[in-house]
């Protein structure tokens, strides 16, 4: 049974009255800045079968059920469609993890320097640093290894290799690229950047939790300022 029920895959936006949907599910989470080589960050395209789109408008409901057939150009089964569709969906969403965790990264990082960047001055400044610096340290090794983040520009990657997202994003595009069923090199392939990736992300748990948190116990218990106004008052 083929029958599905897509909501939530077209995001509401104010004073459009026409959508035209592409049949494929949100994009991954994109890191704002990185630059992807030969990859697609689009979501997995839907197999063919029997769908219901559902509107909500002021407190009404109304549901369309509409069918989606198979090219019908090429020769090809519905179950190497729907394993196209399996496969896609994974690698979709091991990339949308892996750009969220960076995101996460540089949201914990611009935090703890700005603090530390404002309490230039401070005679505590080199204790809290003595803690910030091996986390950031740690934080930073572990985003190099998930982006290349020395690549600015399209034509970057020609003399900064990708790194993990970036195979992520070009496996999908290349799985996605033919109408039928993943080769076994892809699934192997996903196999071991999958690994990889979920190796950073367990180093980065620990991180975020025991790390950090020992980074605000301390700021606490030496009683550090909010705000740091060098020669006035404390606040």
């Known amino acids: 049974d083929t029958s599905k029920t897509l909501r939530g895959v077209l995001p509401a936006k104010k004073g459009l009255n026409r959508y035209v949907w592409n049949l494929r599910y949100p994009d991954a989470t994109r890191v704002p800045g990185a630059v992807i080589w030969g990859g697609n960050m689009a979501g997995p395209q ?3 079968g029997t769908y219901t789109a559902t509107l909500s408008v002021g407190g009404k409901t109304i549901s369309q059920s509409f069918k989606v ?3 019908p150009r ?4 519905q179950e190497a469609l ?3 569709f399996d ?4 690698v979709h969403k091991k990339l949308d993890e892996t750009d969220k965790a960076i995101l996460k990264i540089r949201k914990v990082k611009g935090q703890v320097n700005g ?3 404002r309490l230039k001055g401070y005679d505590k400044l080199d204790t809290l640093k003595a803690v910030a ?5 740690e934080l930073t090794g572990i985003e190099n ?3 290349q983040t020395k690549s600015h520009a399209s034509e970057d990657p020609l003399n900064y290799p990708v790194k993990l997202n970036n195979k992520l994003a070009a496996l999908a595009s290349v799985a996605g690229s033919s109408y039928n069923q993943p080769t076994k090199q892809e699934y192997e392939v996903f196999d071991e950047l999958s690994g990889r990736v979920d190796t950073q992300l367990k180093i980065l748990r620990p991180l975020l939790t025991h790390q950090l948190q020992k980074f605000n116990t301390l700021v606490k218990s030496l009683d550090v300022p909010v705000v740091y106004v060098p020669g006035g008052k404390e606040k």
Do not use: A
């Open 82 to 84: 729907q394993k196209q």
């Open 133 to 137: 610096k091996p986390l950031l340290k």
């Open 74 to 77: 090429y020769k090809v089964s």
């Open 145 to 147: 290894r998930l982006m």
């Open 115 to 117: 603090y530390l960047s």
């Open 46 to 48: 839907i197999v063919p």
């Open 87 to 90: 496969f896609l969906t994974k």
């Open 69 to 71: 057939i198979p090219d």
